[in-house]
């Protein structure tokens, strides 16, 4: 029809009928006309903005730096035993001081630190390799693909966090590895769901809808303009996700179905400082406080991101 309505405009102005064709640019199918290294230099300065994303952020350094120093910030080994200096308290000679097989706490806490961010880290890497592929074609290709992982996963959330990884950890026997991945799977639908979420939300954008009406293959669809757009929340949710998993390796050494003695743990040594309370408090104190401080650390960095990559915030 556009031909028909040019020839009879032609013909009504003889002037037009050789004119030159009007040369359209069809504009880039994206999410956004703002460059790339914009939006990340404004996520920076809304980040480094957030004064408790900043505290956080140092938290999570300051106990990286401990752990990946061990050998180097440990005055002693942490796996010696000494009794001529059982349940010390914190002194020059031993800072934490030293719990009841006479072993500098110190030392032990720095080496658990390895084991609490190795866990917290590795599990949450199983948790978004796992998940987040099979959220997004639930959510882009919809159908029983949907429905099947979209029923896995809410039969997987309706089972408590917690509960779910002791139970797969005493199905797959004590040790820091298998605590790293009952973890890491008990935390695979909370990916799964939230992948799938914002697939649905992307998908009805219109640059997606306009990549398919072109003929473009979904893999390209879902590399180039899908899972770009969907890994900011992913990022979030993968750091406070960590603070989750550290309490959990916590909870499972405390229970023996984590790291195992003599090798240190936080979790471990809360479970051997909870039997010294009025003798040793300090053989708890310190264990309690690193957890404490690390999960705030990842928690306050997480709200953080999640301020600085929101493109809703100006």
Known sequence: MSHVAASDRAARDPGTAHAEPVDVKVPEIGP??????????????????????????????????????????APYDPLKTSFLAIRKAPSLAHFFGTDELGRDIFSRMAYGARASLLAGVVSVAIAVVVGVPFGILAGFFGGWTDMAVSRVADALLSIPFLILAIALAAFLGPSLTNAMIAIGLSGTPIFARLARAQTLSVKAEDYVEGAQAIGLPNRWILIRYIFPNILPPLIVQATL????AIIAEASLSFLGLGQ????????????????????????????????????????????GLRDALDPRES
């Open 32 to 73: 956004t006309d703002e460059p790339l290294e914009g939006r990340g230099n404004r996520a920076l300065r809304k980040f480094f903005s957030n004064r408790a994303a900043i505290v956080g952020g140092l938290f999570v350094l300051v106990f990286v730096l401990w752990a990946v120093l061990a050998p180097l910030a």
């Open 241 to 244: 996700t960590i603070a989750t």
């Open 260 to 303: 195992q003695p003599p090798d240190p743990s936080w979790g471990s040594m809360l479970n051997t400082a909870k039997n010294f309370m009025n003798q040793a408090p300090w053989m708890s104190i310190f264990p309690g406080a690193a957890i404490f401080l690390l999960v705030l650390g990842f928690n306050l960095l997480g709200d």
